[in-house]
């Protein structure tokens, strides 16, 4: 079991406001609420790049049909009607939390490997349009994650939040790792260690053996004397 902390928030207006602080893993809205309800929450949060990654769970005491697909419609990961057992959305809740860590924990694995970890929907097109613009700009060594920010419209700490909170990597940490992702492409190529350094953007041969290390626990030559004889 994941331990988890609750935030409250009075209202739908508050919710949101509390959302755009950054730091919700899930949001747990009931659709009947003073002012915006949580219907009309869940569609702010879905609309809004800087949350729509955010798991949703909506309580309602609505039991018709009309009414589930309305808000799950709406962008609701989870619709449960009321009364609920408690064990039930705490089992809900949970699940949606170890399903986070899992991709993290895949997008930390070596080989490094993005296009393969199961994230679908907006987060999948948040990772693909933040792997375009690294592979766009993969040998400009003064290329820096303010820049990708605002190549892909976003400001730095909506960019960071985002990329932490989907993969568990920091931006730097995303970057880095699918460089040398591209690195290892390179040295499986028969490219020299210097070659494939300076194809991906790393400036320094003690940085980039260094990091090449740390991901693929062995150094750029090791890696190519392994491949050869695999």
């Given at each position: 079991?994941i331990?988890?902390?609750?935030?409250?928030?009075?209202?739908?207006?508050?919710?949101?406001?509390?959302?755009?602080?950054?730091?919700?893993?899930?949001?747990?809205?009931?659709?009947?609420?003073?002012?915006?309800?949580?219907?009309?929450?869940?569609?702010?949060?879905?609309?809004?790049v800087?949350?729509?990654?955010?798991?949703?769970?909506?309580?309602?005491?609505?039991?018709?049909?009309?009414?589930?697909?309305?808000?799950?419609?709406?962008?609701?990961?989870?619709?449960?009607?009321?009364?609920?057992?408690?064990?039930?959305?705490?089992?809900?809740?949970?699940?949606?939390?170890?399903?986070?860590?899992?991709?993290?924990?895949e997008?930390?694995k070596?080989?490094?490997?993005?296009?393969?970890?199961?994230?679908?929907g907006?987060?999948e097109?948040?990772?693909?349009?933040?792997?375009?613009?690294?592979?766009?700009n993969?040998?400009?060594?003064?290329?820096?994650?303010?820049?990708?920010?605002?190549?892909?419209?976003?400001?730095?700490?909506?960019?960071?939040?985002?990329?932490?909170?989907?993969?568990?990597?920091?931006?730097?940490?995303?970057?880095?790792?699918?460089?040398?992702?591209?690195?290892?492409?390179y040295?499986?190529?028969?490219?020299?260690?210097?070659?494939?350094?300076?194809?991906?953007?790393?400036n320094?041969?003690?940085?980039?053996?260094?990091?090449?290390?740390?991901?693929?626990?062995?150094?750029?030559?090791?890696?190519?004397?392994?491949?050869?004889?695999?």
């Amino acid at each position: 079991m994941i331990c988890w902390q609750a935030v409250t928030a009075g209202d739908g207006e508050e919710a949101l406001s509390r959302l755009s602080e950054g730091g919700i893993d899930v949001t747990l809205i009931d659709v009947m609420m003073p002012g915006m309800d949580g219907i009309e929450v869940c569609r702010e949060v879905k609309n809004d790049v800087s949350t729509n990654h955010i798991p949703f769970i909506l309580l309602s005491a609505k039991t018709s049909n009309e009414s589930r697909v309305e808000g799950l419609q709406a962008g609701a990961d989870v619709y449960l009607i009321k009364p609920f057992n408690m064990d039930v959305l705490k089992m809900q809740i949970n699940s949606l939390l170890e399903n986070r860590k899992r991709i993290h924990e895949e997008f930390k694995k070596a080989p490094f490997e993005p296009n393969l970890v199961d994230v679908i929907g907006v987060e999948e097109q948040f990772v693909q349009k933040v792997i375009l613009e690294i592979e766009r700009n993969m040998d400009n060594s003064s290329f820096t994650t303010k820049e990708l920010a605002e190549n892909i419209g976003m400001s730095r700490t909506t960019f960071y939040n985002k990329t932490k909170a989907i993969t568990g990597l920091k931006p730097t940490e995303f970057v880095r790792n699918y460089r040398l992702k591209i690195a290892a492409q390179y040295l499986e190529k028969g490219f020299s260690a210097k070659e494939s350094m300076h194809k991906t953007g790393f400036n320094t041969a003690g940085y980039f053996t260094q990091s090449f290390k740390a991901l693929y626990n062995m150094t750029p030559s090791e890696y190519t004397t392994k491949f050869k004889s695999a």
